[in-house]
T-cell receptor, first 117, second 114 residues
Framework: GAVVSQHPSRVICKSGTSVKIECRSLDFQATTMFWYRQFPKKSLMLMATSNEGSKATYEQGVEKDKFLINHASLTLSTLTVTSAHPEDSSFYIC?????????????FGSGTQLSVL | AQSVAQPEDQVNVAEGNPLTVKCTYSVSGNPYLFWYVQYPNRGLQFLLKYITGDNLVKGSYGFEAEFNKSQTSFHLKKPSALVSDSALYFCAVRPNTGGFKTIFGAGTRLFVKA
């Protein structure tokens, strides 16, 4: 089945630094990827929709200048948390729309636990 | 506003007993319905979906879900729970308006006791 690889799985950084998270579709082309943020014991909050070759579409309340999304190829989308602060600490998950024949499913990466000190 | 409700934060069941995890939604039209499971520090895994057809859909690991249009519900069920089923379960809805934006419920933690 379709595989989405997300890296790193865990990152600890100092306040004020930037962190990049990668999301790759390993065996299919993902024209659309989604970035979610998950708080402890809470649901997934959609942050943005990433479309290959165009600007990402951000959900209301998500700062586009803080959460930079780049989808430069059909297999890679990146989320950069700029000037991270402790309140940005969270579990970030990417997902990709499956290719032809995947029956509407979303395929998820394994998530990135970001801790900002 | 479109929303998905999972009224139970946690469901406890003994191994071997049937389990039900509830989900109701408020989305216009005929949305696509999904269940996903999440294990600790992992991404979500697809369990099953309903798009059209038979109201009872079968999915992975022996799970099934029943779509009820009049009650706008999509409850997840399994006839005999296993300890290994213990995880966080998310109900998700995708409005059938084009696009792929998916709305997730808050999740229900299933705890199966041996």
């Amino acid at each position: 089945g379709a595989v989405v690889s997300q890296h790193p799985s865990r990152v600890i950084c100092k306040s004020g630094t930037s962190v990049k998270i990668e999301c790759r579709s390993l065996d299919f082309q993902a024209t659309t990827m989604f970035w979610y943020r998950q708080f402890p014991k809470k649901s997934l909050m959609l942050m943005a929709t990433s479309n290959e070759g165009s600007k990402a579409t951000y959900e209301q309340g998500v700062e586009k200048d803080k959460f930079l999304i780049n989808h430069a190829s059909l297999t890679l989308s990146t989320l950069t948390v700029t000037s991270a602060h402790p309140e940005d600490s969270s579990f970030y998950i990417c997902s990709a729309r499956g290719g032809v024949g995947t029956n509407e499913k979303l395929f998820f990466g394994s998530g990135t636990q970001l801790s900002v000190l | 506003a479109q929303s998905v409700a999972q009224p139970e934060d946690q469901v406890n069941v003994a191994e071997g007993n049937p389990l039900t995890v509830k989900c109701t939604y408020s989305v216009s039209g005929n949305p696509y319905l999904f269940w996903y499971v999440q294990y600790p520090n992992r991404g979500l895994q697809f369990l099953l979906k309903y798009i059209t057809g038979d109201n009872l859909v079968k999915g992975s690991y022996g799970f099934e879900a029943e779509f009820n249009k009049s009650q706008t519900s999509f409850h997840l069920k399994k006839p005999s729970a296993l300890v290994s089923d213990s995880a966080l379960y998310f109900c998700a809805v995708r409005p059938n308006t084009g696009g792929f934006k998916t709305i997730f419920g808050a999740g229900t933690r299933l705890f199966v006791k041996a």
